[in-house]
């Protein structure tokens, strides 16, 4: 039981050590853009700022038999959407929205009729909901910044994340991963990657996002002790030396920046969401061993706290006490020690009933001596 319970402890400092990922909190997208992230410094001012008081609207189409199906995000960095007076209320986010989904279908065979809304999600910002008598909810968009890792390993994308959102009672939250690319013509948009489970992914080619390396203190030079002289450096043979790479200093194809590991690796929010289940699981596992197989020093404390405390009415079962016989004779039998009947006589191995039967009942049967 003690080495049990010590691997459960051991996993859960592992748990936790893994949930202190690196990340940046930005109090203003337009203000606070720039930041260190490891062993880099990234600026995304340039980006951003043409941005500040500008909307950028993503239109996708989508032929779903017999409608289309159209999906429009509107994405305003610099403070909350607009409000559009063309379309009623409850056919746009809420106030306080920066980043909204609105999902439409249209008839191609009813070419007369407008396109009806289906679906509106207030995906990020500082939202603000109120219903029934005095019931109100408020959220905050908390962007942070943090690294993520592409699948070609060079360089790591810039990742903002805006929460905020809800729909239907499920969180929403935006992702921006930042492609490093040297060639992009600036100013450059995101563009939609990928959605999967109130994510929204956007991916946005950048040259700014390819950071700047902090420069390390150089160390004082340190010279050789006076009793020993500095040894000569020996050459390596012209033939000895390894070739070259090919690829070293190389960026990756221009169609091969969007490819990137799926959302999850690096989120932080679906660590702690892991180590809360492992920390909440493993007692249960503990206990549960300890319900169906307790060791024998475990019951007998059971058994004296329940004496003490007056629980020995409280029983366990037939079968319970069965199996603890037998394991408390099997033990005996190893410490040497022999249990006889004085005027005993062999008789066929069976368990005799722990349990008084038959059970006298309340009613009466006549014509028997009860």
Not at 189 to 218: M, V
Not at 329 to 341: A, P, S, Y
Request: some cysteine; overall charge negative; proline content about 10%.
């Amino acid at each position: 039981m003690p080495s049990i319970a010590l691997a459960i402890l051991v996993v859960n400092i592992l748990l936790l050590s893994l949930a202190s990922a690196e990340y940046h909190r930005l109090k203003d997208l337009k203000g606070d853009c720039k930041f260190t992230l490891g062993d880099h410094e990234y600026d995304l001012c340039p980006v951003l700022s043409p941005y500040a008081d500008k909307e950028i609207t993503i239109n996708m189409e989508r032929w779903t038999p017999p409608t289309v199906s159209h999906s429009e995000y509107r994405i305003s960095l610099g403070g909350p959407l607009k409000k559009n007076e063309s379309r009623h209320n409850e056919d746009q986010c809420y106030e306080g929205t920066q980043v909204c989904l609105t999902m439409s279908t249209q008839w191609p065979a009813h070419k007369d009729e407008p396109a009806r809304v289906a679906q509106v999600v207030p995906i990020a910002g500082n939202l603000h909901f109120e219903w029934g008598h005095n019931r109100s909810y408020t959220t905050h968009m908390n962007t942070t910044a943090s690294l993520a890792e592409t699948v070609e390993g060079r360089h790591p994308a810039v990742r903002l994340r805006l929460n905020g959102g809800t729909y239907v009672r499920s969180a929403q939250r935006a992702y921006f991963d930042f492609l490093c690319n040297h060639t992009a013509e600036e100013p450059t948009s995101p563009q939609f990657a990928w959605y999967w489970n109130g994510t929204h992914g956007f991916t946005w080619p950048t040259k700014h996002a390819c950071g700047k390396a902090l420069q390390q203190p150089d160390s004082p030079p340190q010279s050789p002790p006076p009793e020993q002289k500095p040894e000569t450096p020996v050459e390596t043979p012209p033939g000895d030396q390894p070739p070259p790479d090919e690829h070293e200093g190389e960026l990756p194809p221009e169609g091969e920046q969007g490819s990137f590991i799926p959302p999850g690796d690096n989120d932080h929010s679906r660590r702690n969401t892991t180590i809360i289940f492992f920390a909440v699981l493993s007692p249960i596992v503990l206990l549960t061993y300890l319900f169906y197989s307790p060791p024998l020093a475990f019951r007998r404390v059971v058994l004296r706290t329940s004496r003490r405390l007056g629980l020995s009415k409280f029983r366990a079962s037939e079968t319970r006490l069965v199996q603890w016989a037998s394991q408390f004779h099997d033990i005996e039998d190893e410490e040497g020690e022999e249990d006889f009947m004085v005027n005993g006589r062999d008789v066929p191995e069976e368990q005799i009933p722990l349990a008084p039967s038959p059970k006298r009942t309340t009613f009466t049967n006549y014509g028997s001596a009860s």
